[in-house]
């Protein structure tokens, strides 16, 4: 729900110089390797570019019945896999951009040449969005412990005023997106984001995220979007999410 800000120019400066430099033999190979593969057209394909499926952490079936197993295993090995073979397919003559890191793409959106820009931003974002996606969940309900549920005391005031503050984002944020928890200047702070735009693109490190594309919840909870979010409190995995406060900058 907040508007985008430009992200820093030393970022962006960083972020070439950074990217250029780093580009070697190794990864202009790697790309005529992937320029020479066919374009992935099935979700099973291997991935050839910069970017593959993570493997979840857990099984299909662990974040039942919260999630169910068939909305898991579509969300992962077609939603996810969709997402790396644009994202990899966009840059596959983008040498200097292969040799970066999703989020470094998804930092420097700016200086990304205008004809695979939107690509990175959707299909980077997506596959960025969702590697995280899948860390901040688990089987077994857990609660945010130490420096962390004091932040979000210090924040909202306490847990289940964070948890209202967090799926009035969730639910009310129209058609796609995500609710993140972002630290943003040394503050948590509540955010959404529309498709797969990323509170890295905009400045914010987020350390939890909540899928709200219909993907994400469809075959279980049909259009009813507030019962989703309501069971994703039974899956987060806040070791994970400590974890993510804990490496974001103070
Ligand atoms: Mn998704």
Known sequence: MHSSSPISRRDVIKGLGAGVALVGLGALGSTAQAAAAPVAASAAAPASGPFSLPKLPYAYDALEPHLDART?????????Q???????????????????????????????????RAAVRN???????????????????????????????KAFGSFEEFKTRFAAAATGRFGSGWAWLNVRGGALVIESTANQDSPWSDGAVPVLGLDVWEHAYYLKYQNVRPDYVKAFWNVVNWRKVEANFTAAPV
């Open 72 to 80: 898991m295993e579509i969300h992962h090995s077609r939603h996810h």
């Open 123 to 153: 299909n980077v974002g997506g596959h960025v969005n969702h590697s995280f996606f899948w860390e901040i969940m688990g089987p077994g309900a857990t609660v945010p412990t130490g420096a962390l549920a004091a932040a979000i005391d």
């Open 82 to 116: 969709a997402y790396i073979n644009n994202a990899n397919a966009a840059l596959r003559d983008q040498a200097a951009l292969s040799a970066l890191t999703g989020i470094q793409l998804l930092q420097r959106l700016p200086s990304v040449p205008d004809a695979v």
